[in-house]
């Protein structure tokens, strides 16, 4: 299968190692990593598995109209993939997979449709999976199931659309689940991420230093906001998810949770380097939170609200 990847990041250098074990014809599109691509091929450090792998699949500075492509995935930071419409709209395919944190999802599909010159089936997704880039190599925190969660902006995504992106990441180490609303996993996702990121930063990205009290007020503002949303008429994604905020035995499985992330290589991965190397996605996603709570009735959230008080100023 002919795939193009806008985006070797941390997540896209993942998602483009696992399209070319499976045996794809895979293309990357790339700017400031082109050379070092070009050069050494796709080397990425999988920290948890103690394991490097290098991938050389094809690179290019640009997309060339006269190639088409069975999907284009572009996977970037939901402020970067704003700037990345006109050309997603340009591209020769008739499926894009938009893939990260997206609360705009709605605007960056409506202007992909308006704007393309054929037919197109555009679908979100994100990927668990986190980590960096420095010097040449991505260092990604992979468990031992890498997933990418799949959907249109509010609807299951189109059954021929997602078997082909099955198809074409049909290989040991990865799934693909599908849910009908993307849109709403995304706003619970910034509400259980963000108040960890915050800490992250009053922590000065050094997790070990989070007390007992510092892991509750994550889960408590975590737990404001997913009753908020679901004030607001947003279902709760993945489902049930709000019950790990609601005391108990999950709540406790919540908080032990955090706490091991907090003492471990884990959370380093998975929260202090999206912290420290996504200061502009966080801004933006607050800054598109606080949209949202302004048309939707500004409920009080008071631990999330202390908590924000923590992002770091433009």
Same mark, same amino acid.
């Given at each position: 299968?002919?795939?193009?990847?806008?985006?070797?990041?941390?997540?896209?250098?993942?998602?483009?190692?696992?399209?070319?074990?499976?045996?794809?014809? =895979?293309?990357?599109?790339?700017?400031?990593? &082109?050379?070092?691509?070009?050069?050494?091929?796709?080397?990425?450090?999988?920290?948890?598995?103690?394991?490097?792998?290098?991938?050389?699949?094809?690179?290019?500075?640009?997309?060339?109209? #006269?190639?088409?492509?069975? @999907?284009?995935?572009?996977?970037?930071?939901?402020?970067?993939?704003?700037?990345?419409?006109?050309?997603?709209?340009?591209?020769?395919?008739?499926?894009?997979?938009?893939?990260?944190?997206?609360?705009?999802?709605?605007?960056?599909?409506?202007?992909?449709?308006?704007? #393309?010159?054929?037919?197109?089936?555009?679908?979100?997704?994100?990927?668990?999976?986190?980590?960096?880039?420095?010097?040449?190599?991505?260092?990604?925190?992979?468990?031992? /199931?890498?997933? *990418?969660? *799949?959907?249109?902006?509010?609807?299951?995504?189109?059954?021929?659309?997602?078997?082909?992106?099955?198809?074409?990441?049909? =290989?040991?180490?990865?799934?693909?689940?599908?849910?009908?609303?993307?849109?709403? &996993?995304?706003?619970?996702?910034?509400?259980?991420?963000?108040? &960890? @990121?915050?800490?992250?930063?009053?922590?000065?990205?050094?997790?070990?230093?989070?007390?007992?009290?510092?892991?509750?007020? @994550?889960?408590?503002?975590?737990?404001?906001?997913?009753?908020? *949303?679901?004030?607001?008429?947003?279902?709760?994604?993945?489902?049930?998810?709000? #019950?790990?905020?609601?005391?108990? @035995?999950?709540?406790?499985?919540?908080?032990?949770?955090?706490?091991?992330?907090?003492? /471990? =290589?884990?959370?380093?991965?998975? =929260?202090?380097?999206?912290?420290?190397?996504?200061?502009?996605?966080?801004? &933006?996603?607050?800054?598109?939170?606080?949209?949202?709570?302004?048309?939707?009735?500004?409920?009080?959230?008071? /631990?999330?609200?202390? *908590?924000?008080?923590?992002?770091?100023?433009?």
């Amino acid at each position: 299968m002919k795939i193009l990847v806008f985006g070797a990041g941390a997540i896209g250098s993942l998602l483009i190692h696992f399209l070319c074990k499976a045996g794809n014809d =895979v293309t990357v599109a790339a700017r400031s990593t &082109y050379d070092e691509l070009k050069s050494n091929g796709l080397v990425i450090e999988h920290v948890l598995q103690k394991k490097t792998t290098t991938d050389r699949p094809a690179v290019v500075q640009k997309a060339e109209p #006269s190639q088409h492509y069975d @999907i284009v995935f572009s996977v970037m930071q939901g402020q970067q993939q704003l700037s990345m419409l006109d050309t997603l709209s340009a591209v020769n395919t008739r499926l894009i997979v938009m893939v990260g944190n997206n609360p705009e999802c709605d605007r960056c599909e409506r202007y992909i449709k308006e704007h #393309s010159s054929s037919e197109r089936t555009v679908l979100f997704g994100f990927q668990n999976s986190a980590g960096h880039r420095e010097n040449g190599r991505t260092y990604a925190g992979v468990l031992p /199931t890498t997933e *990418l969660v *799949l959907g249109g902006a509010h609807s299951p995504a189109d059954p021929k659309a997602a078997a082909v992106i099955k198809k074409a990441l049909a =290989v040991k180490g990865y799934k693909v689940t599908e849910v009908d609303d993307m849109y709403a &996993y995304y706003m619970y996702h910034i509400a259980e991420i963000m108040p &960890y @990121i915050l800490m992250s930063y009053k922590a000065e990205y050094d997790l070990k230093r989070l007390t007992r009290n510092d892991i509750n007020r @994550i889960i408590r503002a975590t737990g404001e906001c997913f009753d908020y *949303l679901k004030s607001t008429g947003i279902k709760v994604m993945p489902p049930k998810e709000d #019950s790990f905020y609601s005391g108990g @035995i999950k709540g406790i499985g919540m908080y032990l949770l955090y706490r091991i992330m907090s003492r /471990t =290589v884990l959370g380093d991965l998975m =929260v202090a380097d999206h912290a420290r190397n996504g200061i502009s996605e966080n801004r &933006y996603l607050d800054r598109e939170f606080e949209k949202f709570r302004s048309a939707h009735g500004y409920a009080s959230m008071s /631990t999330w609200d202390r *908590l924000r008080k923590y992002l770091p100023n433009e």
